[in-house]
């Protein structure tokens, strides 16, 4: 409960330290999680046998961005929707 799911420690892959969640990156195919500053040490997943080419921000916490972005739209859509915004009642042109 009131935990910021971005702060939620993860732990370096390569130094063993811990990582916020929302400063690590993840190997695009094990999801491996590191430092950005170790992963550019590495160039590489330290994962052994892992062929991970790349690096992306932490897959969890990019959804939970995502969600935090929408937000703003989906409170808006409930106003709109309490407002009858939606509605095909425009005044004038259902009329007879
Ligand atoms: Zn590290
Ligand atoms: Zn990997």
């Keep these: 409960m009131g935990q910021d799911p971005g702060e939620r420690p993860l732990r370096c892959a ?11 990156l993840a190997c695009d195919a094990c999801w491996t999680h590191l430092h950005p500053a170790c992963a550019e ?21 990019r959804w ?9 739209w989906l409170a808006l859509g409930e106003v709109l929707d309490a407002a009858g915004a939606w509605g095909p009642t425009e005044p004038g042109l259902s009329s007879p």
């Design 41 to 61: 040490e590495l160039g590489r997943c330290p994962t052994l046998g892992c062929r991970g080419a790349g690096w992306a921000p932490s897959k969890r916490v």
């Design 14 to 24: 390569y130094c063993h330290d811990r990582v916020a969640g929302r400063d690590a």
């Design 64 to 72: 939970e961005e995502l969600v935090r972005a929408a937000a703003p």
